[in-house]
């Protein structure tokens, strides 16, 4: 993968991947930061990259691996201040467009949300979910119809429109 | 009931605009991580490779001679240019903490260098006389300058040891680099601006050096007081996007030694290199590096064993491990420690002789700010058979998975499940698995909320284990860049530490195996 090729890559992916990790973790601010990292190593390591099938999901999978790491420490760190060395950065503010759907989506089990996320967001065929997730296609199958039944009910309880008037 | 499949397909339609950085401050991202990862894998061994890196032929006394250009075998100058495609382009993260120290550099004798000037840039005057562009005019990024001279703890000045400067530039790729290295390499061989005479070269190889050489001329002097033919000693050297230029300058007298100086010289620009690059330059070979290992934790490394398989040389030292940085602009470092009998991981079962490794080699460093904040502990092992070292393996992954912590007293606060990682190392390794544990950290009796949090990896490849341990202490909160952590980046330091930890010991014991 050359520069130019990563630039396309990244410009074409990048805001589509965002989205998808944002759906996966509901966290706006933590999904632009892990993906913007995923690409770095993406670009660190270009020469595996050359070599990869899917690109955008290792970049997508590297995100939500990072992310999920930062979540567990996190737990840990809602304490007073010790060893700062720094300021921590400012992010932007979080879009909130979607809040309710990655709301009720974050209620999930990590699992549904994870195949609901790579099927109906990131428009993966079912195979290739199970193929990411590293399980079987049947298995992907029981997840997204109990994920979706259980999606369908959790936005019912919405008051109508409430995502899009929320924006 | 709401349609969940419509609300997904206007998400996936309505994509939130994230805040995005351009592409290039992502790959200049991506290189810095690269370079990091790939500087710290070898640093370990450069300082040996760098020393002997080829014949050297050298005429300091020979003046009007042209020397011979041994142009070193393609073994000893590992890799002209990386052949990486371009790279980045991007504001440049070159500060003056990429310039040498003095004790970078190798002074003669008892004496030492002792740094006069830094510049942001490259300074008023000319820090190099044969050389006519400045590496601002070959449109570097950023460039910076230090100036030394000897110590005046020996009789001696500026005519028989000389001046130093370093001047070190980022550009905007490594052929950009390589291409700068090259026209100033010629400059310096040369030197028209004095009509001096070639005195000598010398290749700069090994650690993070891409590609250098070192040209040495000599010139008549305009001074009637000089009383030696001055002498111009010039390393050009290229490490991935940045350039060293680095210049000593003294009048050749015979009681000097030629080949300590040049050595000395080469030996300086290795170091000014992994400098310029963020790595901490490499031990020299009679430091704390070589002493002995501590004892075998299997000590079956025994009488009856044919030829030792496992030795120092197969163990990090202290220099290639990652600087922890403290508040200000202060760091500590780390210091190889005295042998100890100790586990080498939190979590671990037993000791680690029940392996029944056939060698086993271990080394011990510690941080102390001044307290101890920092431990560093790496065990590597040696089987018979490749089922002996998988079976081994899976008992240490099911210490780190259950983390029995036997060999401890500390109390356990939380042990992280335990993961496949990824260790960049040449030769690569089999497989590796890593795992977070947290524990109480000693307070002298006082109670207090000191927590250690150990990440606790086991490598494999082929017949060899490498079990490390990267400590720091904190508490309340994590090591973080913040306290407490909010934003994802304040974790990327004390990762970035744990993974050049790990890659350096797991890339040091491996190294023979390729």
Known sequence: MDENEFDAFYNASYRRVCAQVYAMIGDFDEAAECVQEAFARAWAHRRKMSSVDYPEAWVRTTAYRLAVGRWRRKKYASRAADRAVGVKMEMPPVDETHVALVAALKQLPEAQRQAIVLHHIADLPVHQVATEVGAPTGTIKARLARGRATLAELLADERPGAVWKEA | MSDPISRLDQFRADTPGAPMKSAAEVRQRGDQIRRRRRAVVVAGAAAVAAIVAGPIIFFSAGVGERALDPAPPPSETPSTTTPSPSGSAGPSTMTRADLPVAEDLIAPLEASWGETQTYDGEGGDAYNPCL??????????????RDFAIGPSLNAGVEDYGMMSAVVAEFRSPEAAEDVRADLSTAA?????????????????????????????TYVSNDPGANARPEI???????????????????????????????????????AAHRMVGVEPPAPPDEPASSPASSSASSSASSSAPAAILDDSHLVVAGSLPRLPLEGE??????????????????????????????????EFRLENPGEIGKVNVTVLEFTTKAAADGAYETVYDWLDTCPA???????????????????????????????????????????????????????????????????SGGPCPPTRACPPEDPS?????????????????GRAVQDLS
């Open chain 2, 132 to 145: 006519t562009k400045t590496l601002g005019d070959s449109a570097a990024d950023a460039t910076f300058r």
């Open chain 2, 189 to 217: 061989a040369s030197c028209t601006p004095l009509d001096a005479s070639p005195a000598g070269s010398l290749p700069v190889a090994g650690g993070v050096v891409s590609r250098g050489d070192i040209n040495v001329v």
């Open chain 2, 233 to 271: 000693a010039t390393a050009v050297v290229v490490a991935e996007d940045r350039v060293l230029v680095l210049t000593r300058q003294r009048g050749a007298k015979e009681q000097v030694s030629s080949d300590f100086l040049q050595t000395s010289l080469q030996t300086s620009a290795v170091n």
């Open chain 2, 330 to 363: 202060s760091s500590a470092v780390w210091q190889q420690i005295a042998p100890q009998s100790i586990p080498t991981l939190y979590c671990q079962g037993a000791w680690l002789s029940t392996l029944k490794a056939a060698e086993s080699v271990s080394r």
């Open chain 2, 406 to 472: 036997s060999m401890n007293d500390a109390k356990l606060f939380k042990a992280e499940p335990v993961e496949s990682i990824e260790v960049d190392t040449s030769p690569a390794i089999d497989r590796a698995a890593q795992t977070l544990a947290e524990y109480a950290g000693d307070c002298g009796g006082q109670g207090c909320d000191a927590t250690w949090y150990d990440h606790q990896t086991v490598a494999q490849l082929g017949t060899r284990l490498v079990l490390v341990t990267h400590a720091e």
């Open chain 2, 490 to 506: 304040d974790y990327s330091e004390w990762d970035n530490r744990v993974a050049q930890t790990v890659e350096a010991t797991v």
